[in-house]
């Protein structure tokens, strides 16, 4: 693993924990484990990486110290639906850049999210396709990957969407020859 892949890692890392999702303190020491041994440098790296199993506990805090000091901190949106929805489109933009399995992605979004933002129109295609992904059979005439490229371009237009109405909210660009 080169830096920039460790760094990537301590990215996503925080991203799942800032949105709630559980990363045992194992994970962490890991994590920082594979950024030492990639060459990253900060000053409280070297103390999570070298934490015992009796000193656990110990992970989250220094992980957040870690991320602090590499300006790898994150923080979700404190309102809840802007929180879903910043993992939601999170979540899709990793199945984009291949980063997560388009099946896992939209079972996530369908199984965790969706709920969570009261099923709304915009992740109906997600949903689709993680039904279809789930229940998929060897003997269905479509194969896998179809289903599994349906479902990144249905993320691709997730994002498209959301860009546009985030454009659509801001207003127009303010003129540059004035």
Known sequence: ????????????????????RHVGSDQL????????????????????SGLLRSEEPEAP???????????????????PRAAAWAFALWTAERMV???LDPASGAHLISAE????????????????????????EESWSVPVAALEA???EAARA??????????????PEPDPGI
């Open 1 to 20: 693993m080169d830096q920039a892949a460790a760094l990537t890692r301590l990215g996503r890392v925080a991203r799942l924990r800032a949105f709630g």
């Open 29 to 48: 020491i890991r994590a920082g484990l594979d950024a030492l041994i990639a060459g990253v440098d900060s000053p409280s790296l070297p103390e999570l």
């Open 61 to 79: 805090e220094l992980f957040e110290r870690v991320l602090d000091e590499l300006g790898l901190a994150f923080r979700a949106p404190a309102e």
């Open 97 to 99: 850049d291949g980063s």
């Open 113 to 136: 999210i969706a709920d969570d933002l009261g099923r709304p129109e915009e992740l109906d295609a997600l949903v689709h396709c993680s039904c279809m992904l789930d229940s998929w």
């Open 150 to 152: 349906e479902a990144i």
């Open 158 to 171: 997730l994002l498209r969407g959301r860009r546009a109405e985030e454009g659509r909210a801001s207003g």
